[in-house]
């Protein structure tokens, strides 16, 4: 919980819905508030509009990935800055989003490891990593 009694707000970026939905039963259930987007063009304008706590999202999302997505946003100084958690399915992904994130899960992987990393860092100002 944030002072004054805020709790964080954390940014999903996924285009599948299932996924998103048990993300936000987790992370609601931990006490989270969750916004939602299907894919990193609405995630990218969320970033920007609402300034989350902290964003999760698929690193091989359609169109544009998550993973170029947040390579753009890094480099924008206008950007609000909050930490990273990349969802990789291959190691390929697992690799650049290790560069760009500051964790990265790949799936499939527990809720409390999940939970873990999110508090983490949320309350820990560096570099995480979480194994898979």
Partial sequence: MKPGGRRE???????DA????LLKLHL???GYLTL???DAMSGGRMLVE??????ILEADLPFLS???LIAT?????????????FLASNDEDRSRAQQLGDACLTRPFFADELLRVVEGLLNWDGKASASP
């Avoid at 707000?9 to 285009?15: G, N, P, R, V």
């Avoid at 946003?73 to 958690?85: G, K």
Wanted: charged share 25%; hydrophobic share 45%.
């Fill in 9 to 15: 707000t954390i940014l999903l970026i996924d285009d």
């Fill in 18 to 21: 299932s996924s998103r939905e």
């Fill in 28 to 30: 609601g259930n931990a």
């Fill in 36 to 38: 939602e987007a299907e």
């Fill in 50 to 55: 609402h300034a989350p706590d902290l964003v």
């Fill in 66 to 68: 998550g993973l170029d």
């Fill in 73 to 85: 946003v890094a480099v924008d100084q206008s950007a609000p800055c909050m930490p990273v958690v």
